[in-house]
């Protein structure tokens, strides 16, 4: 099953940082992990994806277990163009195998 | 710079009819996908095309659907017959096709596909 296992919604105060979790417990040595993001009425854009390490880049930082069954994409100061439903995905080859999400929610 | 663009934006039609939605990707891009997205569901995907290789279709739900991609860039999708449960946003995306796992897939707004 290549699919992950994220909480359905989350709260945040605007710039405050958001931890959102992602289970991947059955992962394999050589799956990706990229997260990617949908906000309303338009399609999904990249945000971050890794592999052991973790990573950080403009929009934010991606946290990997040792074990690699899970991490956690962090959003360092939420604003509210960040309100979005936050996508973690296993890449095994270039199919992306999209979950439930993660929708998040900024309270001003 | 341009990005994924799809057409129609919305696509309205009856029971039975069929329905072609098109797809343009970015330019030089050789990867591109469908997806489709259910009310209230998550991204499904559909079909994928790299370079010049057979296309990978297991995604199609049905043989009702089927695409191509002409001259290794624009797509289309068809849906034949449509049925009611085919409403869904049905979205595009491509990439360089050079970085396997870690290509980045670049969306566009998707075609809203309501059938009466």
């Known amino acids: 099953d290549a699919k992950t296992t994220q909480p359905n919604s989350m709260e945040s105060n605007e710039e405050e940082p958001v931890h959102l979790p992602c289970n991947h417990s059955t992962i394999s040595g050589t799956d990706y992990i990229h997260w990617y993001r949908q906000l309303p009425s338009q399609g999904p854009e990249y945000v971050i994806h890794g592999l052991t390490s973790n990573v950080n880049n403009r929009m934010a930082s991606l946290a990997i277990a040792e074990d690699r069954k899970s991490s956690t994409l962090i959003l360092h100061r939420a604003t509210l163009r960040d309100a979005a439903v936050y996508y973690c995905i296993r890449a095994a080859g270039n199919k992306l195998t999209f979950g439930g999400g993660t929708r998040v929610l900024v309270k001003p | ?116």
């Open chain 2, 1 to 116: 710079g341009a990005g994924v663009s799809q057409s129609p934006s919305n696509k309205v039609t009856e029971k039975g009819k069929d329905v072609e939605l098109r797809c343009d990707p970015i330019s030089g891009h050789t990867a591109l996908y469908w997806y489709r997205q259910s009310l209230g569901q998550g991204l499904e995907f559909l079909i994928y095309f790299q370079g010049n290789s057979a296309p990978d279709k297991s995604g199609l739900p049905s043989d009702r659907f089927s695409a191509e991609r002409t001259g290794g860039s624009v797509s289309t999708l068809t849906i034949q017959r449509t049925q009611q449960e085919d409403s869904a946003v049905y979205l595009c995306a491509s990439s360089t096709g050079l970085a396997g796992d870690t290509d980045t897939q670049y969306f566009g707004p998707g075609t809203r596909l309501t059938v009466l």
